[in-house]
């Protein structure tokens, strides 16, 4: 390929006035405008983009399973209303369960399930939770805790096995990699997630 | 109406992330016709490009909240359907953009001028056809899009110098290409 007159870029660029060039330079500057210029013609047929998209976020949010998720997920009044006898037995039933060794307290695991640690420094945080491909990156459904104020902020959490996608999000504004991650993956925004390896502990 | 009026991008954001999921039509509709624009002159076909177009803005959607400066929204969508295109040309083969569905240059019942307008944009495609994916790429996002080399950064991650370079490329190889069917 034979490199163009520099003056072509520079006025293309903006950098000279294409007043300044000769007329066959002039000439050249024109055409590729006059192509650029067709190229921005908006193409012809096919169905509406925003119709599809807007389409599919209403059935991303009528989804019964999500409505359900995100009903489980959020606080809401609950009144019990029972019998004084229920509640002794109720009671005694708590004290039992309180009095069990802690092992058969532990989640039961699904076989094809294994447990993550999600372990953050941030001090000066007021929040941070965990997103990823786990919770389809929706923020307000994992946080990490930092019960003793010393910026390390930990979440325990029971995901199915396989490779996932995450990041931190500090204060609700900040995306933020695990940096201490074995692996990462650049994403379609351009940033790189980490990846966390979940063993299944049936494995 | 002109959806550029209204609220400003960051504005419409706000209240997008505040619960207002009605609002993101407003982004889709300002910003459609440039994406689906940028997305067929980099595949090469318009079914292919609302396919792009349509995935993105709904993994936009999604990740809104980590759009770190909604005053740059445009730069991040264009960001998200560019590498939508590079993983749609990824797959395909041999990454040489199709035509065939490439809309008909125009109808014989047309007027002379619109048919002439036709045949005109359908050598300069398969002129921009010929082209790299990244070339193609660099010119459509400065000539077509009309983006500074800056906002180029922003929506590749490459360095301003790879870029202005890139574009002076994609300038010399369209010309000799369209020099070759002229």
Redesign the interface.
Known sequence: MNPIDPRIHRALDGEISREALPPELRRVVERLESAAALLATAPEGGRSVADRVLARLSRHARSPLRRLARWLAAPHPVTLRIRPVWSLALAASLVLLALLPEERSAPVLGEHEGIAQFVARFPGAHSVQVVGSFNDWRTGTIPLEDRDGDGVWRAVVVLPAGAHEYMFVVDDERWVPDYSANRFVEDDFGRENSVLIVRPVKG | MDVREGPSDAEVVARVLGGD?EA??LI??RY??G???FA??VLGG??A??DA??E????A???L??C?DPTRLRT?LY??VA??CKSHLARRATGDVSLDDA?PIADPADNEAALE?GE??AV??Q??ATLSPEKREA??LK??EGMSYQEMAAVT?ERIPTL?MR???A??????A?EERS
């Open positions: 999921r993101f039509g889709v509709r459609e016709s994406l689906l624009r067929t002159r318009r079914d490009a609302a177009v349509a993105s803005l709904v993994r959607y999604r990740h909240a980590s770190r991040w960001r998200i590498n939508r809309p307008r005109q944009l300069v495609e002129a921009l010119f459509v000539h077509v991650g202005k574009v002076h490329r300038r010399e190889a369209l010309l000799k369209l």
